[in-house]
């Protein structure tokens, strides 16, 4: 992987990006928990990914065309644990799906410190992690 190149231009740029988005709010709509949430909230979907796209682009490493705050824009949307999974989840997939192996990596690991740092702003704790308490079972 070569980092020296930004993950804007790696991915390919605006278009792919834009694909990237269409395919993931496609499946965010129609997403059981997800899709009334931004049922709710979004009136102008072309807008909406338009500032998305921008977001996305200077998170990337793009042209900075984005203005605006995220976490204004969630703390009134009253977000638990599950949401952020499920987001995370389409996002994972989708960038799997729509991007080259390396780049789709990278994409989920931006969306989860994204996620993180949003969780802390909205105030919502982090899943728990699964612990197993295994033991190798003794020869007898």
């Known amino acids: 992987m070569n980092t020296s190149v930004p993950l804007f231009n790696r991915l390919g740029g605006a278009p792919a990006l834009q694909v990237l ?3 993931f709010y496609a499946d965010v709509r129609q997403h059981r928990v997800l ?19 921008g977001f996305w682009s200077q998170v990337t490493g793009g042209p900075a065309v984005y203005s605006g705050s995220p976490p204004a824009r969630h703390l ?7 949401h952020f999974q499920a987001w995370l989840g389409l996002w994972d997939v989708n960038c ?3 991007l080259a192996p390396d780049c789709a990596a990278e994409m989920s690991a931006l969306a989860a410190q994204i996620g993180r ?7 919502v704790p982090a899943p728990p992690v699964l612990q197993l308490n295994f033991r190798p079972a003794t020869p007898a």
């Open 76 to 82: 009134p949307l009253n977000l638990q644990a599950e």
């Open 35 to 53: 899709g009334p949430i931004f049922a709710a909230h979004i009136e102008n979907w072309p807008a909406h990914l338009e500032k998305i796209a």
């Open 96 to 98: 799997r799906l729509w």
């Open 117 to 123: 740092r949003l969780r802390q702003v909205c105030q």
């Open 21 to 23: 988005l269409r395919h």
